[in-house]
């Protein structure tokens, strides 16, 4: 029994859980509709203001106009434009209240001419005055004037939904929305105003807009003599932080490995001149690496006979000279068209005029 009570009352929970979210969803979107409605009821009273007006002056076209601008087929006119025909929620809130706009329309425009504030707020209850929320309109937290004291934004605001708690800006925290981020610092700062900057790039945690204000220093800066983070230079350093065909470039806060140009073994920077040894195959030629012409020196480099030297960037090539064709290393000459082997009778022999084995016959 215990048993199924407890499945009962989680039952229970979660209908009212889920019943509780689809009344606050609701009741923040029946304002967004509401204030909708009126918005589109404002748009068409300035539509409709020209309307069966000839643009002459006589008096007689003045009284008509005088009549229409007050008239019922003005309001069913505006009436009609509230809605899109396809919007469930606009267009049952606009029949359910139907009534309240002709009161409003005959009776109490003069003396309450905001139709949102009128209709939305005080008489079908949707909506709530800016800074307000919730069934009862109370202030959001931070007060009505300035909802999470500027800096963020109240949870139901305007709306009859919502806790009134605040989702803070960004480099903004806390219930008021008064204290900073970590990385932010209080530029300005009282009971009901906070202002809340960006700390400087070296900084993790700071109390001002300086590198000295830091609390704590961000990786890649550290303290110096004066307690300022300032740049670790982690190529100075340890010269072994890239590998041995790279170079190490400092950077605010960092490092980068980047690689040595190839005519390079080694380097202390980009390009042919920053070598600290040329490459296999390179010489240094006034200061840069240069590739190196093996063919062009005192001792021939291709020995075998018949064989030419050719030259290549880093490298050399040991080729067998015109006539001549490499076979198995030696450079032997290339026989001549006439001297070639006439094909064998073997080959000869079309496929089809072979011999066709059967098997399993
Ligand atoms: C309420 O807030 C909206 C949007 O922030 C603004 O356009 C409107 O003027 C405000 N209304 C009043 C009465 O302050
Ligand atoms: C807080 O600071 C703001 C901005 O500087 C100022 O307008 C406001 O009057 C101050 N409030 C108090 C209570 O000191």
């Known amino acids: 029994m215990p048993t199924s009570i407890s499945i009962i009352s989680f039952y229970v929970v979660v209908l009212v859980v889920q019943v509780q979210h689809i009344y606050t969803k609701d009741l923040k979107s029946s304002c967004s ?20 007006f000839g643009g002459g002056n006589t008096a007689w076209e003045e009284r008509k106009l005088a009549k229409y601008e007050i008239s019922e087929i003005r309001l069913v006119e505006i009436i009609e434009g509230l809605c899109d025909s396809s919007s469930f929620e ?6 359910e209240h139907e009534d309240h706009f002709e009161t409003w329309w005959f009776k109490s425009k003069s003396k309450h001419p905001d139709l949102l ?15 307000t929320f919730g069934p009862d309109c109370n202030d959001c937290v931070g007060g009505s004037e300035r909802p999470c004291h500027g800096n963020g934004v109240c949870n139901g605001e305007g709306t009859r939904g919502g806790d009134g708690k605040c989702s803070c800006n960004h480099g903004y925290k806390g219930e008021f929305c008064l204290d900073c981020i970590d990385g932010y610092f ?25 590198n000295k204000d830091c609390d704590d220093c961000k990786e890649g800066w550290e303290e110096d003599d004066e307690e300022a983070c300032i740049d670790v230079d982690e190529c100075a350093e340890d010269s072994s932080t890239c590998k041995e065909d790279q170079f190490c470039l400092n950077t605010q806060g960092s490092f ?26 390179f010489m240094e030629e006034e200061g840069i690496c240069t590739d190196m012409d093996e063919c062009d020196q005192p001792e021939a480099v291709c020995t075998e006979e018949h064989q030419d030297c050719l030259n290549t960037v880093g490298s050399y090539e040991c080729q067998c000279a015109d ?34 084995e059967h098997e399993d016959l």
């Open 33 to 52: 509709t509401c204030r909708q409605i009126t918005d589109n009821f404002n748009k068409g009273f300035d539509r409709t203001a020209k309307k069966n």
């Open 117 to 131: 504030k009128w209709f939305c707020i005080e008489t079908i209850k949707v909506c709530c005055p800016n800074g």
């Open 256 to 281: 980068s490995c980047n690689a040595c140009d190839k005519v390079c073994s080694g380097c202390k920077g980009p390009g042919p001149d920053q070598c600290l040894a040329c490459s296999e195959g």
């Open 323 to 356: 006539g001549f064709h490499d076979e198995g290393g030696t450079c032997i000459p290339t026989p001549t068209l006439e001297e070639n082997q006439q094909p064998s009778e073997d080959q000869l022999v079309p496929d089809s005029q072979k011999p066709v």
């Open 186 to 210: 209080n530029e300005q700062r009282n009971d009901t105003f906070s202002l809340c900057t960006v700390c400087p790039t070296s900084c993790k945690t700071c109390t001002g807009p300086t």
């Open 90 to 95: 606009c267009n049952h809130m606009v029949e």
